[in-house]
């Protein structure tokens, strides 16, 4: 009788424990890279955008207005996300400036979550494993103790285009001594997408809770779309325009069969996704995708909010309201440190960022940044309630009123109207600086700095005013 009780006490032990690891919710992070501001079409500021798969995404969560990357370039801003703080604490300002330390191999986002019981897999692009020697003529990474592996991925699917470091092939079999270089000359967006549906099979008969962190190349250049999303595109006159809503396009096909996945898995409503890109669209000739911010100020390279205001998402079906709009600043890092909330992960003073959840639940009305801050190249600022402060080395500043999208041009700077306002956000802007590697801000403007803040913000160019489209001046 003693013995059955103790067996039917341990049974139940391990059901309590085995439901208690089940609860705990996925978590999904999309990443796009040089998504602009403009181009999601629940936005509603290009008639001629086509994401309805991220449109009932937002329909279902949470659209965030004014969410912000951490910088306006892909490496550093990659960095904060998987590191779980600010890059320039670790002195990843530029992607010339990597690779991701080895200091933060045990405190990064997956290791976290590992460590908590989750299952944790990246696929696409990684971009925090190149220095300034990139590889090898053979394809392999210089600096190979850098990949997702070691920064508490167990599976992989890295890779940008072409040719992908991988823990396992896509019909799910584990490769010999990972990572191991597989070639797939497919369209990109495609096999990530394939590699993310691959990696949630492979939960099927795993009953542990799991991370997917999905980082799509794409609307990135080099610009490529297959026949079939350029059709749906019909509408799109302009050949880049139509390239690069194109690729938006297969990225938010990717997201459908994603989630169609987790609902035949029973896991829809078990799942936290984020969705956001690393920064704003390149503009310039040369550059430009056929991406686009407006109305907003600039384009990536600078921190004015063309380069870093984003498309930000979050979404949590059954769990979180669906249909908000949340005007509050947000920070990618925000999306890391709410992943740590949810998997009840280890939470210390290194995760920079703050849990959202009380937020999207309702619980919390007021913002949760007091002030947001940035340093790149020769730009710094801050952004703090309805002020942004813009500086340009010690040779330009500026002070907007940010409650109006498109303000950041010179004809608006308040900066005359309100020297004590700016005197004040620029004493924390310093103090803040000096907190990072590379302590304080750079004093002398670099000429490519100069050269796009004349462009876009003091607006002195001929020919290149951020309102008008490429093509438009290409064709004048």
Known sequence: MKKTL??????????????????????????????????????????????????????????????????????????????????NLFGIEENRSGPLPLSE?????????????????????????????????????????????????????????????????????????????????RYRVAVQTEAALAFLKRR?????????????FAPHAPMEAPPQYLERLAHVKDNDRRMGLASILAVDDGVGQIRKKLAEMGQAENTLIFFMSDNGAPLNRGAYIGSRNDPVVGEKGMLTDGGVRIPYLAAWPGKIPGGQVIDGMVSTLDA??????????????????????????????????????????????IRSGQWTMVMLGNERRYLFDNRELGSETAAQNRIKEFPEIAANLEQKLRKRSDAWQDKGLIEKAEPSDRNVFDIHIERTKPGTHPMQTPWTKAKQ
């Open 204 to 216: 099927e008969d795993d009953k542990r809770p799991f991370f997917l962190y999905l980082a799509y």
């Open 336 to 381: 890391s440190a709410t992943a740590l909330a949810v998997a009840k992960a280890s939470v210390d003073d290194w995760v920079e960022g703050v849990n959202l959840m009380p937020l999207m639940m309702g619980e919390q009305k007021e913002p949760v940044h007091d002030a947001l801050f940035w340093r790149w190249r020769s730009q710094a600022v």
């Open 6 to 87: 103790l067996t039917s006490l341990l049974v139940a032990g391990a059901i309590t424990l085995c439901a208690a690891e089940v609860s705990k919710p996925n978590v999904v992070i999309i990443l796009t890279d040089d998504q602009g501001y403009a181009d999601l079409g629940i936005q509603g500021i290009d008639p001629d955008v086509r994401t309805p798969q991220l449109d009932r995404l937002a329909r279902e969560g949470v659209r965030f207005t004014r969410g912000y990357a951490t910088a306006p370039q892909c490496g550093p801003s990659r960095a904060g996300l998987i590191s779980c703080r600010h890059q």
């Open 105 to 185: 191999t045990s405190t990064a986002l997956p290791a976290r979550l590992r460590d908590a019981g989750y299952v944790t897999g990246m696929v696409g692009k990684w971009s925090l494993a190149h220095d300034k020697q990139r590889g090898d003529p053979k394809r392999r990474y210089n600096v190979i103790e850098h990949l997702p592996h070691n920064f508490g991925f167990e599976e992989y699917w890295m890779g940008e285009m072409d040719w992908f470091y991988a823990s396992h092939d896509l019909q799910n079999k584990p490769l010999e001594n990972p990572p191991q270089i597989v070639d797939d000359t």
